[in-house]
């Protein structure tokens, strides 16, 4: 909406400004004309208004920039000690739109004097613009580089707990194997041994400290929390085959214990049922022994019983012919 009307203007100030020019060209005689007052005048005239067409523009990049810095501002949380920044940075802007003159002239000295002294105003009023601008850009780097430090030593904070947790776990692991000397001859768990002890070892040496000032700080903080999330996480891995390694081995160990212990059951239950045989054997034989031998004595003892009978029974030589 301004843009057309500062047209027009521009052009009156380029029009003044070359017809001054011209004046000390043509309108003065030579050099004579040129160091006179006169053209000092008009060279000065040239110079101010040319400052004051170009000034315009740099205001108003200066006022688009300082919206853009307040705008940005006010999408951040920069706390209180930045709101005389940005106090200051409204109070210029505001300052630097009151300064802008409608229309430049220079046509008498005292107009000379004014246009000079207000290009100055513009140009400090513009620097003080631009160094609050460049106040809240620094505020805005230090938040984004407090909130990136900030989080990366959150990350490694969190690493810095759980390495150790897991490297308890690994030494648990480790341990285990380790009690147990023959394991380490069976190649399965050998293989996993290896692999989980040497990634063990390496953990153990890696920086876990939370330091960080700068962005760089926060880039190597945030690489060195990777390297040890990619380190617990091979911890996990590695542990958790070891773990089944064993458990598999043990398993089949204690499947082959089981079935050891149930053939010596059967042996022994064997054994005991042959012992039990032999002794029903020895039992019946001797009770068959026994009837045999009270058979015998029985058939003896019939026998002797006859004969006792067969003697009583006999008569005497006196007595054979008694009725």
Same mark, same amino acid.
Not at 9 to 36: E, F, M
């Given at each position: 909406?301004?843009?057309?009307?500062?047209?027009? +203007?521009?052009?009156?100030?380029?029009?003044?400004?070359?017809?001054?020019?011209?004046?000390?060209?043509?309108?003065?005689?030579?050099?004579?004309?040129?160091?006179?007052?006169?053209?000092?005048?008009?060279?000065?005239?040239?110079?101010q208004l040319s400052a004051a067409e170009t000034g315009k523009d740099t205001v108003t990049q200066a006022v688009a920039n300082a919206d853009a810095a307040l705008k940005k501002a006010s999408e951040q949380d920069l706390g209180a000690s930045a709101l005389p920044i940005i106090a200051d940075l409204t109070n210029a802007k505001n300052a630097i739109l009151r300064t802008r003159l409608v229309e430049p002239t220079c046509n008498t000295t005292e107009q000379l004097s004014r246009l000079t002294n207000h290009n100055a105003e513009v140009e400090r009023q513009v620097?003080?613009?631009?160094?609050?601008?460049?106040?809240?850009?620094?505020?805005?780097?230090?938040?984004?580089?407090?909130?990136?430090?900030?989080?990366?030593?959150?990350?490694? %904070?969190?690493?810095? %707990?759980?390495?150790?947790?897991?490297?308890? +776990?690994? =030494?648990? #692991?480790?341990?285990?194997?380790?009690?147990?000397?023959?394991?380490? %001859?069976?190649? %399965?768990?050998?293989?996993?041994?290896?692999?989980? @002890?040497?990634?063990?070892?390496?953990?153990?040496?890696?920086?876990?400290?939370?330091?960080? @000032?700068?962005?760089?700080?926060?880039?190597?903080?945030?690489? *060195?929390?990777?390297?040890?999330?990619?380190?617990?996480? =091979?911890?996990?891995?590695?542990?958790?085959?070891?773990?089944?390694?064993?458990?598999?081995?043990?398993?089949? #160990?204690?499947?082959?214990?089981?079935?050891?212990?149930?053939? *010596?059951?059967?042996? &022994?239950?064997?054994?005991?049922?042959?012992? &039990?045989?032999? =002794?029903?054997? +020895?039992?019946?034989?001797? $009770?068959?022994?026994?009837?045999?031998?009270?058979?015998?004595?029985?058939?003896? +003892?019939?026998?002797?019983?006859? &004969? $006792?009978?067969? =003697?009583?029974? #006999?008569?005497?030589?006196?007595?054979?012919?008694?009725?």
């Open positions: 909406m301004t843009q057309p009307a500062q047209e027009p +203007r521009r052009s009156r100030a380029k029009t003044i400004a070359a017809t001054l020019l011209l004046v000390t060209v043509v309108g003065g005689t030579g050099a004579a004309y040129y160091y006179s007052d006169a053209g000092k005048f008009a060279r000065e005239c040239s110079a620097n003080v613009i631009d160094e609050q601008i460049a106040k809240i850009d620094d505020r805005i780097r230090d938040l984004e580089t407090a909130r990136i430090v900030s989080k990366a030593q959150r990350e490694m %904070t969190s690493m810095k %707990t759980g390495l150790p947790v897991m490297r308890g +776990r690994a =030494q648990v #692991q480790l341990n285990r194997v380790e009690a147990t000397p023959e394991y380490l %001859t069976i190649e %399965t768990i050998r293989t996993a041994y290896d692999a989980l @002890k040497k990634t063990y070892e390496e953990s153990g040496k890696l920086d876990t400290s939370t330091s960080a @000032k700068t962005r760089d700080d926060a880039k190597a903080l945030t690489d *060195r929390a990777a390297t040890i999330r990619t380190s617990i996480d =091979q911890l996990n891995q590695q542990l958790g085959d070891l773990e089944k390694t064993v458990d598999d081995v043990e398993r089949a #160990q204690a499947e082959q214990q089981r079935a050891e212990d149930e053939r *010596r059951r059967l042996e &022994e239950e064997q054994r005991r049922q042959q012992a &039990e045989a032999e =002794q029903q054997a +020895r039992l019946d034989a001797e $009770r068959a022994r026994q009837e045999v031998e009270r058979a015998r004595q029985e058939a003896e +003892r019939a026998r002797q019983e006859a &004969e $006792r009978n067969q =003697q009583g029974g #006999q008569p005497s030589g006196n007595n054979s012919d008694r009725p």
